[in-house]
């Protein structure tokens, strides 16, 4: 299976900007969809934003406008840019990955889809 890493998380201020990344690796290619979700204490982990192999996209209504998911040339790395951040984005951010045969667009923020995920990287907003 591919394994991913994500970095780009840290502290800033509200009103910043962050680019968070999603790393995948692994043996053998395999093409997939991949989804960024957060989650912080006491609330469930929910969906962010999404991407399929042919470069459908989904966001979650709160960041509409304010947050943009892309790929890489390579098609090895996703790419989470969010902007205007505000202490609602406070969060752990996860990247999850699910094999294109098993992906489905209408559920790209739904973590029961994906079978692979991040460690996650720490987003801090301070105001």
């Known amino acids: 299976q591919v394994q991913l890493v994500e970095t780009g998380g840290g502290s800033v201020q509200a009103g910043g900007s962050l680019r968070l990344s999603c790393a995948a690796s692994?043996?053998?290619?395999?093409?997939?969809?991949i989804g960024w979700f957060r989650q912080v204490p006491g609330k469930e982990r929910e969906g962010v934003a999404g991407?399929?192999?042919?470069?459908?996209?989904k966001y979650a209504d709160a960041v509409k406008g304010r947050f943009i998911i892309s790929q890489d040339d390579a098609k090895n790395t996703v790419h989470l840019q969010m902007n205007n951040l505000n202490s609602e984005d406070t969060a752990m951010y996860y990247c999850?990955?699910?094999?294109?045969?098993?992906?489905?667009?209408?559920?790209?923020?739904?973590?029961?889809?994906?079978?692979?995920w991040g460690q996650g990287t720490q987003v801090t907003v301070s105001s």
């Open positions: 999850a990955a699910v094999r294109s045969v098993d992906c489905r667009p209408v559920w790209l923020l739904d973590r029961t889809m994906y079978t692979t």
């Open positions: 991407v399929t192999i042919i470069g459908d996209k």
């Open positions: 692994g043996s053998h290619y395999s093409a997939y969809c």
